[in-house]
């Protein structure tokens, strides 16, 4: 596995990373690859799953070598050891995104009891859409509609047989394979919470069963509270369409206020960019010598922003310490997932306001500013005029902004893809059955200090467009692409002849964001459609999906719940499983026989391109194709 | 903290335990004692609670002596991953009692809608109480009123504002403590799934947020799954009533068909326990050369068909793998939670017939027969009749039953409480405002194999009753209590004057059985009663809660339910949470503040008494009670 920052290799790829980098250097300010530089070596037990503290007749660990322990106190061996860990990172995964949907659907009923002031319902005709898919009558008025909607989605999330919704996008054949394995999603709480409980100490003890309930509690996830994140997310903030804006942390500006967004949830993050917008708030910031208010994203509260509002993104995980490095940042707003405990300690060694707004996410250093479905329009308006204010106290001669942003087109949510291709998928069908598009690859996920940053998401996703395969990305992995400027239309250029064509025809680039890592739903949802309009299953199709610098127990949920949707997955870091040969063998092997699908674990992106360029083309023949 | 087994301390207290502990020996069988041998020592990292594998970035560690990193990759300090550590166990706990209680509800529901052939409302003068308290119209025919509330348990699981339906029967001064710190707990697996969401890297950063959290999941434990599974099972096969029984492998038979209940969970056991009493399977029996059909329970489903059909107690946790290795047993049943996984292999190296009947929970080398509400019925008699055709196979040579059983009284529900003391709570009270009885502690909670078997319970309880404090137990403590001779009206000479004289009163041993670890819901039940006659709060009590020798996640969650609801509560063995000053500070101290309970550790059980009694004598002074 690569390892990165004082190990010896280079932090980053990018410039602005490694200029800031040495900025922290200089200044005697520790990041997070200090720290995993610190941490090395890192424990060889956990790495490979053999480690338990389930229960405290443990600690346990198993010897990887056969010569110590191969049961834990309880009697557990490696493979219900490895087993039962991996499942409570899926719980965790699925937990995170369907509490962040539960969020969303708490303020869709707020709104549609007048109680949101601020909020609205931007996108009223996907409201029907999603409303007549959950059975709501269609003739209601547009806020009981909401109401309604809003009611029947907390359903999904309790305790109630059957399907949930939105796994009827998907085609028959797959709820079948779902049935065949007992793993078709049922209420979201329900499956993580079924999931904790096998994995006390003396419940569930086979690893099959193990795997096979956190495939079904994933798939709550992507069929659930993901998916519901995201459809509530268009509705109320609307469904983005293709859009220009810039990447990299030159998209803060010396002489304006920088508010920079970072997290995963769109409601407050949608608030400050209105109060952004108040003439009396730019004012203001002119009266104190800025030229003006400059929003920027971080991570996924910035895709979702960049997705919808066109605000530029500064940059992913591993940038989030050093955007306050730039000494430029006048207030950085977070909500939560993905936000290092560590930026309180930096917002501190300069005049930046680091701002808290989720209950459920306080950080140490930080200004807490609680955020409500009904105090969501004030709360904006309040962070909007602390950020100016801090202007005053910014030190210019600690500012540096290195590089210059780069463009990049955003904005392809499945309704904006169809829409750039006619109004139906027959033409991407098309290009597809015709061998000018070979395929589409997700390539999303983190980043991860153990692999220099973002070399992993870029070189393979060059390597993809080269051989005609779409690339669609969301989340770290987007902004990765977007710094190398994969996502301009002008990225033609470094794609194959076929690709090359579509993307001059459409006048996209052949790299389509769709959205934040929530938005992964958007992507499983586009291949269903495509599964549908061929008449086939998912896994018949030819894509794939790769994850290939992950660090997320949401990471390790998404993969799964692309797996059990049939969707062949590449992972650049190896999950902690590699300690039971059967589990690891189930992973990679396994799956396929049920699924159609399975993981691959390959950290070289040169080789992942490889594997997946090889997969594609043997999909293309499964389904009658012209194949290389 | 004392170590048992190869690391030189008694394995246990129980001369049952240590003679099937040498005939393992003898024959070259590993039990749990050999396998916790076999791991010392245990990772310091992670018995202080400073290594995380949330994410993997990690896996971190911190160095407790604080020469090393004092930060995982993220940010992360000890205060914060001790935190997120142990609000994960709490979670794990809080989701397996009360996927427990889910289990029931859908069982309700399924005897509701005629569809559970074999259940019945066993009790159905306590489903009106408890469909009153749920809101349920009163003149609804039976069946009805059954449905109507299973349908309104369910949501109690749900996305529902406000409070769980059960947390009305604690003193308003409570709620309002609860209000106070934002922890009146919603729905189930809400409170759950939340938990899991906050300690998501990047997501909550407080500790004491964190641990906030973590007190509202284990109260949605406590007054909401535990709370439900205890009242669903008294409603659907009997609330408990004083019956006498007895304790130790002793009640294991050598002439007879041998068949031990395990787990947690009365569904199935209940129709083994039917299915054994049809006189075919008894004639068969006989006709085989058996005596009989011996039932015999282990862990907390023993307690469950203990407490309401009198069904004799082989053993608790430890005990087990112990139970096999007499070469007596046709057939061990078990359900889920604390099932060893090795019990497979030992079963395997006699006749025994492992049955595993969850769906949730399989096990290796076992026959698996899933439950479901449906075929529960037919389940125990299938079980059942192949337990007796093994008769068969089981070699007398091999049979080793030592020593006799003790008897015991049990059945000690809140409701039997009460009607052993004419009705009201007015005698207790009385009782203790004369100082007769000083107060009441619930000695609960697990065996570990760090502890000498039986010992914390065992010499604690002593103290206890010797001082005039009533002891009320459930789950292994129970067993461990019923071994020792403290469960039978006799041991009444143990007790100290007051109190024996009360039990002579009454017929009632100094030691009360109300169950299993689910039942624990039945002793704040009964706290929450008493406070509410004398006009106080929980915590202005005097009584306490003790777990001497717990192991599990779901002890954890107990533990937190119990201080959060008011009740001052002493651990045998200290939890991960060393490696955090201020964790360890909060939960030994800092709680107090607010809640009026707090937690202790105190290893050394006649200790611990004392702080209890202290404790005890303390909480009469502030009621204006006469006190020592």
């Given at each position: 596995m690569e390892q990165a920052g004082r190990t010896g290799k280079s932090c980053s790829i990018q410039a602005d990373s490694l200029a800031l980098q040495e900025k922290a250097t200089q200044e005697g300010l520790s990041t997070v690859w200090d720290r995993f530089a610190a941490q090395q070596p890192q424990c060889g037990f956990c790495e490979l799953g053999l480690s338990c503290r389930i229960c405290v007749m443990g600690p346990c660990r198993l010897d990887p070598f056969g010569e110590g322990p191969q049961r834990g106190v309880c009697g557990a061996d490696a493979d219900i050891m490895v087993a039962r860990n991996l499942a409570r990172m899926v719980a965790a995964g699925a937990a995170s995104h369907s509490d962040h949907g539960r969020d969303l659907v708490e303020t869709l009923l707020a709104v549609a009891e007048g109680k949101?002031?601020?909020?609205?319902?931007?996108?009223p005709a996907k409201l029907d859409r999603v409303a007549a898919q959950f059975g709501v009558a269609p003739d209601l008025p547009v806020l009981e509609k909401a109401r309604e909607l809003a009611l029947a989605m907390m359903e999904e999330y309790g305790i109630k047989k059957g399907h949930l919704t939105f796994t009827r996008r998907l085609p028959p054949a797959r709820l079948e394979k779902w049935r065949n394995l007992g793993i078709t999603p049922r209420g979201v709480d329900w499956e993580v919470t079924e999931m904790l409980h096998r994995t006390h100490m003396g419940v569930d003890n086979d690893p099959v069963n193990l795997l096979l309930q956190a495939l079904r509690t994933a798939l709550a996830d992507g069929w659930g509270g993901s998916m519901i994140a995201t459809e509530l997310s268009d509705i109320l903030f609307g469904t983005p369409t293709p859009r220009a804006s810039q990447a990299n942390i030159g998209v803060l500006k010396a002489d304006q206020v920088n508010i920079i967004l970072h997290g995963h949830n769109p409601l407050v993050s949608e608030m400050v960019a209105r109060a952004a917008q108040e003439p009396r708030v730019l004012e203001r910031a002119r009266q104190l010598g800025a030229q003006g208010l400059n929003l920027a994203g971080l991570c996924c509260t910035g895709n979702e922003v960049l997705m919808r509002r066109g605000i530029p993104m500064a940059g992913n995980h591993l940038v989030q310490e050093l955007a306050l490095l730039t000494g430029a940042v006048e207030a950085m707003v977070v909500d939560y997932q993905c936000i290092m405990p560590s930026l309180g300690d930096l917002a501190a060694c300069y005049h930046t306001l680091f701002f808290t707004t989720s209950p459920k996410a306080k950080f140490p250093k930080a200004t807490h500013l609680p955020f409500t479905p009904e105090t969501g329009e004030d709360l904006g308006r309040r962070i909007v005029v602390q950020a100016v204010e801090n202007f005053a106290r910014r030190d210019p001669a600690r500012v540096y902004i290195p590089g210059a942003p780069v463009a990049q087109m955003t904005g392809f949510s499945v309704e904006a893809i169809l829409a750039a291709l006619g109004g139906t998928p027959e033409p991407l069908l098309n290009a597809i059955k015709t061998g000018q598009i070979r395929g589409a690859v997700g390539v999303v996920g983190c980043n991860n200090p153990?692999?220099?940053?973002d070399y992993g998401h870029v070189t393979l996703t060059k390597e993809l467009i080269r051989n005609d395969i779409l690339v669609l990305d969301t989340g770290c992995a987007a902004v990765a692409h977007a710094k190398a400027g994969l996502k301009q239309p002008e990225a033609a250029a470094q794609a194959g002849p076929g690709l090359a064509a579509v993307c001059r025809a459409l006048g996209i680039p052949p790299v389509l964001h769709m959205g934040s890592c929530v938005d992964n739903a958007r992507i499983i949802h586009l291949a269903a459609a495509l599964a549908q309009a061929l008449g086939v299953d998912v896994d018949q199709l030819p894509v794939a999906a790769a994850a290939p610098e992950w660090y997320s127990e949401k990471a390790a949920t998404i993969g799964c719940y692309a797996v059990a949707s049939g969707v062949f997955t590449v992972l650049g870091v190896a999950p902690p499983?590699?300690?039971?040969k059967n589990v690891t063998e189930l992973l990679l092997n396994g799956l396929t026989a049920h699924l159609g699908a399975c993981f691959a674990v390959e950290p070289d992106p040169a080789r992942a391109a490889a594997l997946i360029v090889r997969h594609i083309e043997d999909k293309r023949r499964g389904l009658g194709l012209e194949a290389r």
């Open positions: 949101a002031p601020g909020y609205q319902l931007t996108d153990r692999v220099t940053q499983v590699l300690g039971s």
